[in-house]
């Protein structure tokens, strides 16, 4: 099957999933017992699936994605979707939890952050510096808006959780696989002591979801290929929680005037993969772009969705034409519209 509908297969299969009835009532289940909404900010790379390294059910965490997990609450496209998601838990009358991301490999620095020519402490930094911009906008008197910073080490999906007062304090899920409940309960309050029961509550069960990934991890072992970069689906705009497919897909935003250099960045590092062998040449490389609507189908809502759907995929074109034109023989491109509530892609008409 060609790439294109292999990934058309995988919505398919995938939107069934998620409105399955147990699923659904998975996820109400979890969301009952674990109130506090998360929003998680992280790098386009395609290894960083934050709900599968946490073992929680698809739906309950919001993603942000841009090169190297950089943001600024300044982006004219990013204050308008955070302003959209931060009245929905304030209607639902829930506390949010904001996960300010970098990444990294332990074995080889080459498999780290290429949005930060694989400079970790770089990485780090920017993280550090969006959980403190959240703290500007927010407030921190009351941590209704808890903003942290969380380091993932992508060689096992370990999470590294940093201090809010002391970065340097640090607590390595990797190094803690035997921590009970208990245990880690206490780590947590000595990291985040300003931090409110219920989000430490909410964020345990983060925890104690990534120690038993990062168990399972170990015990099956993980080829080198799979620690590597092997995307081909350059994916731009939003509504990419389906595709769960790790190492397939570079994620952009686009939250900023500047997205299509994000283009280029995911273009380059598409080709590379191509040239080194990492992807099959005959299998071409896929240009998805997606606007997410929660809008019914053909309601205006849903019709701007069509247009931005449209507009992406005209300057993502456009900027790999330009920009990296070695890869464009290898391009195909399917645009369209995900319906929230059953993650269904619509597809345009081509
Ligand atoms: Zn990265």
Redesign the pocket.
Known sequence: MELRQQIIARNEEQSALFCEASERLARAGFRSQHPTEIAVFK???GRLDFARITMTPNGVIQPFRN???TFNLGWPFLGEVLRGWVDYTVSRGRNRLIIATY?YSSSNPDW?????NHDTKK?CNAAHDLARQFEDVFGASTRVTHPIVVGIETDEDALILHGERDPELVYNVAQHLGDTDKEIRGFLRELYPSMLEQTLEDLLQLVVGNQFHVRETRRIGRKPIELDHAERVIAVGRGFDWLHMPNTALIIGPYDHKWPDAVETAGQIVLKNLTLGRIPERDGVLVLPSALSHDPVGSFGWNLGVEKARYLERVTLETLKERVPDLMPYVRHCSGVLEADTRRFHLLDQ
């Open positions: 790098c386009m790379d090169v190297g997990g990444h780290g952050c290429k949005g930060h990485a």
